[in-house]
């Protein structure tokens, strides 16, 4: 009889105590769970978001000291990064001509290689375009015309990969403008290197410009720049002034906004 109760009292409680049960082995479970270990970031994800970082405080030299401890590197994010870096360590006014020289060519190797590394990288194309024109400047015009037609390939594919990125409409504008504004001599070198120059127009150029400026609005004070010089061009002096005014309102940061804006300055002064 004693064993009948002592069940009997046993199922009872079980019963009426089931939600405090439940809620204590709740308890339990959260109070014994192993809590998971943060991921470690890799030195290499590391380094691109504070080069990121860098870049967008238009701390250069910092990015350019923090990046090229990775010079031997094969990744290809890091790559194109340095690429970047180089160029524009390289535009400072501070940097020699020399210096200047070496690293126009420096960022270009890195460039090539991030390419090397991933050719479906949006960046790898952009940047090898922008770095192979720079090395132009050293190469003479034979060679730059001879490499117009590969920098506007990878502009294309920088495009294709990422179409929502305004420098690389930029610089495609560009490219359909120095072409557009080709000297005579030039025309000449063109037609034995292509047998004819290439077929564009000043308002191809400006179309990229414009884009450019669509996807990301005064992104970069030289795009607002070619927009005003692509309409001089076209003889629509109207717009032109529209878009060199805005210049004189620019958010300075760099010394290629800093040259934009005079030159806009001395455009206006000129009409």
């Not at 006014?93 to 090539?112: G, P």
């Not at 030289?222 to 061009?233: A, D, R, S, V």
């Amino acid at each position: 009889m004693p064993s009948s109760i002592s069940w009997s009292f046993c199922m009872g409680f079980f019963q009426s105590s089931r939600a405090f049960s439940t809620a204590l082995v709740i308890i339990v479970l959260i109070a014994t769970a192993v809590v998971a270990e943060p991921v470690p970031v890799s030195p290499n994800v590391a380094a691109v978001e504070e080069a990121d970082r860098l870049y967008d405080a238009t701390k250069f030299t910092e990015m350019y000291d923090l990046l090229i401890r990775f010079k031997d590197t094969t990744d290809d994010e890091l790559l194109w990064r340095l690429a970047r870096a180089c160029r524009c360590v390289g535009m400072l006014l501070s940097t020699s001509k020399d210096d200047k020289k070496r690293l126009t060519f420096e960022s270009f190797d890195f460039a090539q290689r991030a390419l090397e590394a991933n050719d479906q990288n949006s960046a790898a194309n952009k940047w090898y375009a922008i770095c192979l024109s720079d090395t132009c400047d050293y190469l003479g015009t034979k060679r730059k015309i001879e490499n117009g037609n590969v920098i506007k390939e990878h502009l294309l594919q920088a495009i294709e990969l990422n179409p929502e990125d305004a420098l690389s409409y930029y610089w495609l504008g560009l490219w359909y403008y120095t072409y557009a504004d080709m000297a005579w001599y030039e025309r000449k070198i063109a037609a034995v290197v292509f047998g004819s120059p290439p077929s564009v127009t000043y308002e191809k150029a400006l179309t990229m410009f414009l884009a450019a400026e669509m996807i990301s609005p005064n992104f970069y004070s030289m795009n607002q720049y070619m927009i005003g010089k692509t309409y001089e061009k076209m003889g629509d002096k109207v717009s032109e002034a529209v878009y060199l005014k805005k210049l004189l309102n620019y958010d300075v940061k760099t010394e290629e906004d800093k040259e934009a804006v005079k030159k806009a300055e001395e455009s206006l002064k000129s009409m």
